[in-house]
């Protein structure tokens, strides 16, 4: 899989509030399955879907402890996400900077003239 479709995966995965939440929710250390379900109001089925979800983007590692499965957040995924939105708000804040120094080239023009 490349790096791309790596991540459209991971921004489908974090485009869910609920994913989000869960990512949140372990961010403080491994959860249990069950730990992550009881704090919403899904079945958990619907939890583990989730789960499933952020698992097979990377996001998250489940490992089993005894009979529970411990559920802990992994960065990489999340760093190179990050890097995507700060390469594109670099971007735009360059566009923006353009943008206001027109304006104000634009500003001062019309007080020459008047």
């Known amino acids: 899989m490349n790096r791309e479709h790596k991540l459209d ?40 879907k989730h789960l499933h979800v952020l698992e097979s983007t990377g996001l998250i590692r489940r490992d089993r402890d005894g009979q529970r499965f411990l ?20 971007h735009w804040e360059s566009r923006l900077d353009e943008l206001e120094a027109y304006l104000r080239e634009r500003k001062g023009g019309e007080r020459s003239g008047e």
């Open 9 to 48: 995966r991971v921004f489908h995965a974090l485009a869910d509030s609920t994913r989000r939440a869960i990512l949140r929710g372990i961010a403080g250390g491994p959860r249990s399955v069950g730990q992550i379900a009881s704090r919403f109001p899904l079945s958990l089925a619907a939890v583990s």
């Open 71 to 90: 559920c802990s957040l992994r960065l990489a995924p999340l760093e190179e996400a990050d890097q995507v939105i700060r390469e594109l708000s670099a």
